[in-house]
């Protein structure tokens, strides 16, 4: 039994556990499933359900892998294949709506050299849908998004950090909230690729071109591999936001003494390259400064209230990832970490334990806004036995709120991007033997790097 509109999510979900995507169900329209809806029409269907339980059978009579044949386009000349190229891929649904680079043997062959590894080497299997995901696979996206060989070590890992059984991406991916993962890179790695930390690290941004590829690559891996197509495999019903997901470098040249970078305080060794991953639903531009008129400490505590008072919205999202995983992510630029650990927030830990209990949600608005239900019906025994917690905390432990120093070299605002992630995954970053060569023929592609290159 199940809505129309949740046709396609059944038979990606029954699809990727291994049944036959031909199941028998019984649909209605949404009226039945509201609160307080009519649900005497299902007793209308009775003889339905009995001939789907007693009777059914599949049409499909063959098991195995199914590998389709190559595509193959014929036109007058590259502009025209080109064109016909993207038709077909829009027409199949296997494209985002923008234009993309052709997959040929060759590009993808090119984008396989970021990579030791086989090319049918499997890193995971992409719910709902159920589709492997391969090297090989990864770096066909990652052609199609305009990608390049240096981007696919960070994109492996993001993906691999991604299907992280404990993220539970497959409900993620056919949710109807808009949800979109976000990838923070540490390591020398990302100044490697071009890979922004400072003003416009969300994008667009033509002389990073990194987080844009690596981030739309992954987002046609969830479509294409994992069938959330929207409309059909996820219901998100304002959609993810972004075509290319985020994708950005925490700034770690401009972390003051004592702050760790994210990926070290995930348990990665100083220095690693490593990707952090959790899954965001939303995000907010916070006005940091004052007008001038306050003194230091009272400037930096305001706007570190103002940030809390975000945070303690009553969001039903804080409920899934309460135990284990994060409430979202602050990002704060490096002006500003400078003048917060000089006022004494001498680590991001002291940031978060004073946003942690200023952004306490009280009681009485957690059972007017209906928050309690949500939290009693939580999976994990530990968000259950939260609820009567007055004020009501936003995490299990300061901890789990991410503090990324990142952003333009400019003190007016703060950036926070609320999640809905179950866990918060960190993966280190698998650089291939030929590291140095890819790196330098990126420099005779692009031009030199550097905070000062305009590509």
Sequence with gaps: MTRDEFVGVLNNAIA?????????????????????????????????????LLSWSPTTTETGMHEPPKVRIEANGYEAAFDQMNRLFLTNTWGDGLPLNPPTEERVGW???????????????????GGIATVETVA???????????????????????????????????????TFPVVIVNGPIAKDIRLNSGFGL???????????SIGRALRL??????????????????????????????????????????????????????VTVYVGTGASNIVRRGVGKEEPMEEAEQSLRRVASYLGSSCIHYAGGWAHGTPGALLIPRPVAMQLNALGWTSKQAVKEFLWEKSRIP???????????????????????SVDDDPW???????????????????????WMQAMSPTVACREIDAPGNWAVLISEAEEDLGPSGDLCVI
């Design 16 to 52: 990727g556990l291994g049944f036959d995507r031909e199941v028998a169900m019984v649909t209605f329209p949404i009226d039945p499933f509201l609160v307080g809806g009519d649900i005497s029409p299902i007793e209308t269907k009775a003889e339905d359900f009995v001939e789907g």
């Design 393 to 415: 905390p936003i995490a299990r432990s300061p901890e789990q709120i991410i503090v990324i120093v990142a952003g333009g070299a400019h003190p007016t605002h703060n950036f």
């Design 111 to 129: 984008i396989l050299k970021g990579a030791d590894r086989a090319p049918g080497d499997v890193i995971g299997k992409f719910m709902p849908k």
């Design 363 to 385: 009681q009485s608005v957690v059972r007017e806004t209906g928050l309690r239900q949500w939290i009693e019906a939580a999976a994990d025994p530990e968000t259950v036995a």
């Design 202 to 212: 969300l994008g667009p941004d033509p002389q990073h071109p990194a987080g844009a």
């Design 221 to 274: 891996l969830q479509q294409n591999v994992g069938g959330a197509l929207p409309g059909v495999g996820t219901m998100a019903i304002f959609g993810g936001m972004r075509y290319t997901n985020a994708v950005f470098a925490e700034d770690e040249d401009g972390l003051p003494e004592g702050w760790t970078p994210v990926g070290v305080e995930r348990g990665a060794k100083p220095g690693a390259n490593t």
């Design 140 to 178: 066909v996206a990652l052609a199609m998004a305009d990608g390049r060989p240096e981007y696919l070590p960070v994109l492996i890992a993001a993906v691999d950090a991604f299907l992280d059984p404990a993220m539970d991406h497959d409900k993620l991916q056919a949710t109807s909230g808009s």
